[in-house]
Protein backbone atom coordinates (compact mmCIF):
# COMPACT_ATOMS: atom_id res chain seq x y z
CA UNK A 1 0.00 0.00 0.00
CA UNK A 2 1.40 3.20 -0.99
CA UNK A 3 0.69 6.74 1.31
CA UNK A 4 -0.82 9.75 0.22
CA UNK A 5 2.77 11.29 -0.37
CA UNK A 6 3.66 8.82 -3.02
CA UNK A 7 0.09 9.59 -5.15
CA UNK A 8 0.49 13.56 -4.85
CA UNK A 9 4.87 12.91 -6.22
CA UNK A 10 3.21 10.58 -9.04
CA UNK A 11 0.39 13.31 -9.96
CA UNK A 12 2.78 16.01 -10.25
CA UNK A 13 5.51 13.88 -12.25
CA UNK A 14 3.14 12.88 -14.53
CA UNK A 15 1.79 16.48 -14.94
CA UNK A 16 5.84 17.87 -15.12
CA UNK A 17 5.85 14.66 -17.91
CA UNK A 18 3.31 16.37 -20.21
CA UNK A 19 4.24 20.18 -19.63
CA UNK A 20 4.59 22.12 -22.59
CA UNK A 21 4.72 26.50 -21.64
CA UNK A 22 5.38 26.12 -17.94
CA UNK A 23 5.22 29.99 -16.13
CA UNK A 24 3.12 31.62 -18.81
CA UNK A 25 -0.60 32.13 -18.90
CA UNK A 26 -1.97 32.03 -21.97
CA UNK A 27 -6.02 31.55 -21.79
CA UNK A 28 -7.29 30.07 -24.88
CA UNK A 29 -10.71 30.59 -24.51
CA UNK A 30 -12.30 27.34 -24.51
CA UNK A 31 -12.86 25.45 -21.54
CA UNK A 32 -13.93 21.71 -20.37
CA UNK A 33 -14.73 20.20 -17.50
CA UNK A 34 -12.98 17.19 -15.45
CA UNK A 35 -13.29 15.82 -12.51
CA UNK A 36 -10.59 14.94 -9.74
CA UNK A 37 -10.27 11.39 -8.43
CA UNK A 38 -7.37 12.52 -6.43
CA UNK A 39 -7.37 11.33 -2.41
CA UNK A 40 -6.31 15.15 -0.82
CA UNK A 41 -6.82 18.44 -1.89
CA UNK A 42 -4.15 20.51 -4.10
CA UNK A 43 -3.39 22.85 -6.40
CA UNK A 44 -1.75 22.80 -9.69
CA UNK A 45 -0.86 24.77 -12.52
CA UNK A 46 -2.04 24.40 -15.63
CA UNK A 47 0.67 22.39 -18.13
CA UNK A 48 -0.49 24.42 -21.80
CA UNK A 49 -2.51 27.22 -19.77
CA UNK A 50 -0.29 28.27 -16.50
CA UNK A 51 -3.15 28.27 -14.78
CA UNK A 52 -3.87 27.72 -11.64
CA UNK A 53 -6.29 24.77 -10.39
CA UNK A 54 -7.68 24.31 -6.72
CA UNK A 55 -8.82 20.94 -6.00
CA UNK A 56 -10.40 20.81 -2.81
CA UNK A 57 -13.28 17.92 -2.71
CA UNK A 58 -12.89 14.39 -4.82
CA UNK A 59 -15.10 14.16 -7.66
CA UNK A 60 -16.33 17.82 -7.48
CA UNK A 61 -16.34 19.34 -11.34
CA UNK A 62 -13.34 21.36 -12.02
CA UNK A 63 -13.69 23.84 -15.03
CA UNK A 64 -10.30 23.96 -16.50
CA UNK A 65 -8.88 25.24 -20.06
CA UNK A 66 -9.37 22.73 -22.57
CA UNK A 67 -5.34 22.28 -23.11
CA UNK A 68 -4.83 21.66 -19.87
CA UNK A 69 -7.23 18.90 -19.87
CA UNK A 70 -5.49 16.74 -21.83
CA UNK A 71 -2.52 16.45 -19.71
CA UNK A 72 -4.54 16.37 -17.00
CA UNK A 73 -6.64 13.38 -17.79
CA UNK A 74 -3.48 11.64 -18.74
CA UNK A 75 -2.36 11.67 -15.22
CA UNK A 76 -5.29 9.26 -14.55
CA UNK A 77 -6.34 11.16 -11.64
CA UNK A 78 -9.16 12.98 -13.85
CA UNK A 79 -11.87 12.17 -15.75
CA UNK A 80 -13.76 14.12 -18.28
CA UNK A 81 -17.64 14.39 -17.67
Given amino acids: MTCCGDRRAQLIQGL ?3 QSAPGQVVPSGRRS ?3 YRGPVPMVLRGTASGEIYRLTEADAP ?3 DSRDA ?3 IRTGWFTRS
Fill in 16 to 18: RAA
Fill in 33 to 35: TVH
Fill in 62 to 64: VEV
Fill in 70 to 72: VAL
